[in-house]
């Protein structure tokens, strides 16, 4: 059985090369909320990481660290109760597993910045 935060993931890069994706039948609790909560807040979940990622366009990012990013910011203003540090070590174990060999480093940087400005004075590196 996929973890909740990885079946999120896949579907958002789903959501992400489709034009018009729709929820499948199995996605359920965690991965729903977490996948519908990104694509509906996605604009603004966009801008913050694009001021965050020091020249990088959201659109020039990979699909999967960018999925990632969207996710964890996701969870960071809209689960408080989720601590900071939970939500960073998931992004970035995910992103080690399904991206590119620099992607971690990357992902918990530009994550560390907006774990700061989100929450501040929580643990911010994973």
Do not use: C
């Amino acid at each position: 059985m996929t973890e909740p935060r990885e079946r999120a993931v896949q579907e958002l890069y789903e959501a992400d090369q489709l034009e018009h994706w729709t929820a499948p039948d199995d996605l359920q609790g965690r991965a729903r909320r977490l996948t519908l909560g990104v694509l509906e807040h996605r604009a603004e979940l966009d801008e913050a990481i694009t001021r965050f990622a020091d020249r990088w366009r959201i659109d020039r990012m990979p699909v999967i660290d960018r999925a990632v990013l969207r996710m964890a910011l996701y969870e960071l203003r809209h689960e408080p109760e989720v601590p900071t540090a939970v939500i960073l070590n998931e992004a970035v174990r995910i992103v080690k597993k399904f991206s590119t060999e620099n992607s971690g480093r990357f992902v918990n940087g530009v994550l560390a910045s907006l774990a700061r400005s989100e929450r501040p004075g929580s643990v911010a590196e994973a």
